[in-house]
């Protein structure tokens, strides 16, 4: 599903204006029958309803709404701005509205303001939608408080609610909470993306009835919500006629003596995701433990990356570039030695360089020196750090980068130049331009060496063939599907990340069908 910024929402209207013949009046029609339909299925006839009106196309969009709930429910519009509507379209369906014997009030007395809200059914909030920046003005913050206040009161919002940014998904310190939120045209990109998708509510979609194919061929839209229809057509065929080298080859750097089983995790994780071939480069005692486990990968022996020697890197390096992918990181623990060969590697050519976890953190050690070895690479990067791995090596604070996701997330791929896939509640992955927002998954996956298995998994995929940012897309998707799947059997608590590999499998499974009729 396509996402769209609050500057997109301009421009798709000024093409439903001047290519499909739909003017604004029109729409904001539409989207007034959009906002009573979802008030009608949740408050029953008669009720008191609450629009809170502002001066932009949002607030027509509100007293549309009170247009048309006005013969079933009992409605009061305030002008909250106390400005009026500033367009001539929208003093039109002010003058509508009054005509036909609306209730138009101003707040200006907090108590009053109050005592109407909590006396209310339903509020709907048509204030600024996708037009606020920054924070609430000082002169609305009473009013959002006072709507924090009516507890019990259905909160309904068009497109944003107050405090909400569309774009980022950033919320101000008196951002509203509502129970619903009626999304116009297209779904914002910034609601579906923490902390605004805990205040945005249900996401109720009305396409205005517009062409959306249409439009999606005629503008940009570089953000998207993974779901099934683009998992189905992306996810990469696997024809009959074909053997193991068809599907790639990967090579795994993962694991130390203090994390073993990041390691385990990380090649089950690979081995589930149908790369072709595994060869895993690990210490003795590990390779020695691990083929026990698992007999279809191959091992060789090399050196703990903490102290690791020239001549070591260099064969590495050498070994990497002649496997599609290449994974490092998963328990490899913290060390200069292991940054040291990543930027090595970072500067050899090679297929897709999947760095995870410990890769990550030893990257951070000289971070300046890294970042550079980044923005200089001549092979695709996959980062796929937590927020506090990304935040040590890209230097932001853990406070703005989980108030911040999207800008932080898109903003440091496209400065370094790689895919970056921002873990945590509705991952993010972005390589600056386009962004892919992943809703499955739950804090079933909150539990170490999740990632482990993510960052095999992804790995395969790249080795198998998707391209780097569809790997990228694709590994959370069925990652948190999984997950999900068993927590609806083993409950959140239960779920372990070592039953995550198979299921990622019957998850696959459900979108192939390798059967063939003779």
């Not at 290519?19 to 299925?41: D, S």
């Not at 101000?172 to 605004?196: H, M, N, R």
């Not at 790369?275 to 390779?287: A, D, M, N, S």
């Not at 091992?299 to 020697?309: A, L």
Request: with cysteine; proline share 4%; hydrophobic share 40%.
């Amino acid at each position: 599903m396509k996402l769209v910024t609050s500057s997109q929402i301009s421009e798709i209207d000024a093409y439903a204006k001047q290519k499909l013949g739909i003017p604004m009046q029109e729409l904001i029609t539409r989207a007034g029958r959009a906002v009573a339909k979802v008030v009608r299925e949740r408050i029953p006839a008669g009720g008191r309803v609450v629009i809170l009106a502002g001066r932009g196309n949002n607030g027509a969009d509100g007293y549309s709404a009170a247009i048309e709930l006005m013969d079933t429910h009992r409605v009061v519009v305030y002008d909250v701005l106390q400005a009026g509507q500033k367009t001539d379209v929208g003093r039109s369906f002010v003058e509508r509205y009054l005509s036909l014997g609306g209730s138009l009030l101003s707040l200006t007395e907090e108590e009053e303001s109050r005592m109407d809200l909590t006396a209310a059914d339903c509020i709907v909030d048509a204030i600024f939608g996708t037009g606020l920046r920054g924070e609430i003005p000082e002169n609305l913050r009473r009013l959002a408080k006072a709507v924090k206040a009516a507890v019990g009161v259905q909160k309904i919002a068009v497109d944003v609610p107050l405090g909400v940014n569309a774009d980022d998904g950033s919320v101000t310190e008196d951002a509203i909470y509502v129970g619903a939120t009626v999304e116009l045209s297209f779904i914002k990109v910034g609601i579906l993306s923490y902390p605004a998708r805990s205040f945005v509510g249900d996401i109720i979609l009305d396409d205005l009835s517009l062409p959306t194919a249409e439009l999606e061929a005629q503008l940009p839209f570089p953000n998207r919500l993974i779901e099934k229809c683009w998992v189905e057509q992306n996810l990469p065929a696997r024809e009959k006629n074909t053997h193991k080298g068809s599907f790639g080859s990967l090579m795994v750097i993962a694991g130390s003596e203090t994390y073993r089983g990041a390691a385990a995790l990380a090649l089950e994780g690979a081995l589930r995701g149908g790369v072709g071939l595994i060869r895993y480069y690990g210490t003795e005692p590990l390779c020695a433990e691990l083929v026990k486990r698992f007999p279809e990968v191959i091992y060789e022996k090399t050196e703990d990356t903490e102290n690791i020697s020239e001549s070591a890197i260099a064969a590495l390096t050498q070994a990497s570039g002649k496997h599609k992918a290449t994974l490092i990181g998963c328990g490899s623990g913290q060390s200069r030695g292991l940054g040291t060969l990543i930027r090595a590697l970072l500067a050899s050519e090679g297929g897709p360089l999947i760095l995870d976890a410990d890769a990550i953190n030893s990257l951070a050690i000289d971070r300046e020196e890294s970042l550079a070895a980044l923005r200089a690479a001549v092979r695709p990067v996959i980062l796929t750090p937590h927020p506090m791995e990304f935040c040590r090596l890209s230097g932001m604070g853990i406070s703005t980068v989980q108030k911040h996701r999207i800008e932080s997330a898109r903003a440091f791929a496209k400065d370094v130049g790689c895919i970056l896939v921002l873990k945590g509640a509705g991952t993010l992955v972005t390589d600056g331009e386009e962004l892919y927002i992943n809703h499955t998954g739950s804090s079933a996956l909150a539990k170490a060496g999740s990632g482990d298995v993510l960052a095999g998994f992804l790995s395969s995929l790249a080795a198998s063939g998707a391209s780097p940012i569809v790997a990228a897309a694709l590994a959370p998707y069925f990652h948190g599907r999984a997950a999900d799947t068993l927590a609806r059997e083993f409950s959140s608590f239960g779920v372990i990340p070592s039953d995550l590999p198979k299921q990622i499998a019957r998850e696959l499974s459900t979108f192939q069908n390798d059967s063939e009729e003779i």
